[in-house]
C-alpha cells in the first residue's frame, strides 16, 4: 500500500521515502515504474536536466511533450469533467453599507483531471509539476467567474498570483488568489443589531454541467478562513456556509456554486453613542416631574432641551446609513424615546395650564374671602390684600395708597359688610384693578349666589391643585415604568431576532 515516492531537491539531490495512501493498483505501477533500488542508490545529481542514469524525465521534457500535441479548447473529456471547488479567505477588507457590498481577499482552488496532461509514462523524477501561470494559458481551463461580482481580480504583484500543479495522473490543481467585490443583501430592519448576507456565486462562464460538473470539494471544508476570526472595526464574519444551485440558462443546465458569509454588526458604538446618550436624555427629562407645577420654565427649558438633543443624535447616527424606507430598530428606538420626551412636554402643558387657572381661582378666592361679612379675614398668599384687610370691628377705613402721584391717589372703603365703595370723584380704573385684581364688581352686588359659588370654587381649586400634583406624582411613576416596559420588549425582541 506504500507509494515510494523521491524527492530531487534542486540543492541537494537526496531521497526521501514518503507514504501517501494511494490505490493498490496505482501503487504497483508506481513500483514498477520507479523500482525500489532508485531509493537505495539515490542518483547524486539528477538536476534539472537529464538524469545521469537515464531513470526519470525532467520537468522541462514533460511540459514540452505535454504540450506538443496539446489542443487547450479540447475538453478533457467527452463524458464531461467534474471540477472541485475549494475556497480559503484570507481577509475580508470591507462591508460597505452604502454601496451593499463586500471586498474580500481569497484563494480559490480547482481541481480537474485533464487525461491529455497525464504524464506517469514518461518515468517523471517529480510526481507534481509546479508550473507559473504562462502554462496555464496554455493548458484547458473551466473559466471559472464571480457570476455576481462587482469586480474581481487577481492579484498581479509582483507577478500573477496564480498557482499550476500538474500532476502525473493528470491531475490539474489550479489556485489563484483574487480580491473580489460581491453584492450584500442588505437588511437594515434590526439595525444596529443587524446581520447582513454576503454572496458570491463561482460558475463556469463557458460550459454547462453537461462538460464541466462543478462541485465543492466533498472530502474537506469547501470553504474556509485562513485567519483564527475575521473582524472588521463594524463587524464580526459569524457564519459562512456553501450553496449548490443548478441554474436553468437558454443554453443549457449551469452549476452555481455559491458562498454566503454572515457579519453581524459590532454594535457596542451604537451602545456608546446612540443608546447611553439617549438614555440620558430620557432621564433628564424625568427630572422636569420633580421640579413641581410652579417652576414652568426650568421644566419647559428641560423638555425642549431632551428633545432638541435627541433629534440631533438621532440624526448623527442615520447620516452614514443608506435611506431605506423601512423602520429599523434604531428608529423605533428614537422614535420612542422622542415620544416619551414629546409626553413629558404635553404633561407639563396640562400641569402649567392646571396651575396657571388655579392661581387664577385661587386669587379670585381670596379677594372674596376679604370682603365676606362673617368669617375673620385670612389671606395667606396674598399680600397685597392682606395689608389691606379690614378688621372686624372698623367700620371705615380709609385706605390711601398710589402715593408717588398724590393726583392718582385713591381713596377706598373697605366696610365689613363686603361691599367697597370708591370716592365717587377720584376712582381710577387702573389702580381699582391694581388692587382688586379682576375682581368683578358684579360678584360683589349678588350677595346670595356667593357663598354657593365660593363652595364650588373651593372645590375645584382643591381639586385642581390636587390634580397637578398627582399627575406630576403618576408621571413619575409612569414615565419610567412604561419605559422599563419599552426596553423589556425592545431588546427582548431585537437581541433575538437573529437567532
Ligand atoms: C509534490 O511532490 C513532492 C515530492 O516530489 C512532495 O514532497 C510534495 O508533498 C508534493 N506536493 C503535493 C502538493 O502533492
Ligand atoms: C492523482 O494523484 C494525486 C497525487 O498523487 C492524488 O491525490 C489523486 O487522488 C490522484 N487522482 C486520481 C483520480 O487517482
Ligand atoms: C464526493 O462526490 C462524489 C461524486 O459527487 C462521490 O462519488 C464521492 O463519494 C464523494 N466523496 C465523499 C467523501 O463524499
Ligand atoms: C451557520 O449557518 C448555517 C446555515 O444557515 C446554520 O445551520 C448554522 O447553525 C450556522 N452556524 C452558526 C454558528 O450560527
Not at 122 to 151: A, G, H, M, R
Not at 440 to 449: K, M, P, V
Amino acid at each position: 500500500m506504500l507509494a515510494v515516492l523521491v524527492l530531487l531537491l534542486p540543492s541537494f539531490a537526496s531521497t526521501t521515502i514518503s507514504t501517501t495512501p494511494a490505490s493498490s493498483d496505482q501503487s504497483l505501477e508506481e513500483n514498477k515504474l520507479f523500482p525500489i533500488p532508485a531509493t537505495t542508490t539515490p542518483p547524486p545529481f539528477a538536476f534539472e536536466g537529464l538524469d545521469e542514469n537515464e531513470q526519470c524525465t525532467s520537468d522541462k521534457i514533460i511540459i514540452e511533450k505535454l504540450l506538443e500535441n496539446y489542443k487547450s479548447f479540447k475538453t478533457p473529456s467527452e463524458a464531461g469533467v467534474i471540477v472541485w471547488i475549494e475556497v480559503w479567505v484570507q481577509e475580508v477588507n470591507s462591508v460597505n453599507e452604502i454601496t451593499s457590498d463586500f471586498d474580500m481577499d481569497i484563494y480559490v482552488t480547482e481541481l480537474w483531471m485533464d487525461l491529455a496532461l497525464r504524464y506517469e509514462h514518461l518515468n517523471p523524477c517529480k510526481y507534481n509539476l509546479s508550473l507559473n501561470s504562462e502554462i496555464l494559458d496554455q493548458i484547458w481551463k473551466p473559466n471559472t467567474v464571480f457570476i455576481n461580482s462587482k469586480s474581481a481580480n487577481i492579484h498581479k504583484s509582483p507577478f500573477k498570483n496564480v498557482f499550476l500543479m500538474i500532476y502525473p495522473n493528470g491531475t490539474v490543481w489550479v489556485n489563484y488568489r483574487v480580491q473580489v467585490k460581491g453584492p450584500c443583501n442588505m437588511d437594515f430592519s434590526a439595525f444596529p443589531m443587524d446581520r447582513q448576507s454576503c454572496h458570491l456565486t463561482l460558475e463556469s462562464f463557458s460550459y454547462n454541467n453537461q462538460e464541466v460538473d462543478m462541485q465543492w470539494m466533498n472530502w474537506t471544508v469547501p470553504l474556509s478562513l485562513l485567519k483564527q476570526e475575521i473582524v472588521l472595526p463594524d463587524f464580526v464574519l459569524t457564519n459562512y456556509s456553501t450553496s449548490i444551485k443548478n441554474e436553468m440558462y437558454p443554453a443549457g443546465v449551469w452549476n452555481e456554486l455559491t458562498m454566503t458569509f454572515i457579519f453581524s454588526r459590532r454594535y457596542g458604538w451604537y451602545i456608546f453613542q446612540a443608546y447611553i446618550p439617549t438614555y440620558l436624555t430620557i432621564f433628564i427629562s424625568w427630572i422636569s416631574f420633580c421640579l413641581g407645577p410652579k417652576m414652568i420654565p426650568a421644566r419647559t427649558m428641560l423638555g425642549v432641551n431632551s428633545l432638541l438633543a435627541l433629534t440631533f443624535q438621532f440624526g448623527n447616527i442615520m447620516r452614514n446609513l443608506p435611506r431605506v424606507s423601512y423602520v429599523k430598530a434604531l428608529d423605533v428606538w428614537m422614535l420612542v424615546c422622542l415620544t416619551f420626551v414629546f409626553s413629558s412636554l404635553l404633561e407639563l402643558a396640562i400641569v402649567g395650564s392646571m396651575g396657571a387657572r388655579s392661581e387664577i381661582k385661587q386669587n379670585k378666592e381670596e379677594k372674596k374671602e376679604v370682603s365676606r361679612p362673617t368669617s375673620p379675614v385670612s389671606c395667606p398668599s396674598s399680600p397685597r390684600i392682606c395689608r389691606n384687610h379690614v378688621p372686624n370691628e372698623s367700620v371705615h377705613v380709609f385706605k390711601s395708597y398710589g402715593a408717588a402721584d398724590p393726583r392718582m391717589r385713591k381713596k377706598v372703603i373697605l366696610t365689613p359688610t363686603g361691599t367697597i365703595s370708591r370716592m365717587p370723584n377720584s376712582a381710577n380704573r387702573a389702580e381699582k384693578v391694581l388692587l382688586l385684581d379682576g375682581l368683578e364688581e358684579t360678584q360683589f352686588t349678588q350677595e346670595d349666589s356667593f357663598v354657593e359659588n365660593k363652595n364650588q370654587n373651593r372645590l375645584a381649586k382643591k381639586l385642581r391643585r390636587f390634580t397637578a400634583d398627582e399627575i406630576d406624582k403618576i408621571s413619575m411613576i409612569a414615565f419610567p415604568g412604561l419605559f422599563t416596559v419599552f426596553n423589556i420588549i425592545y431588546w427582548g425582541y431585537y437581541l433575538n431576532v437573529n437567532e
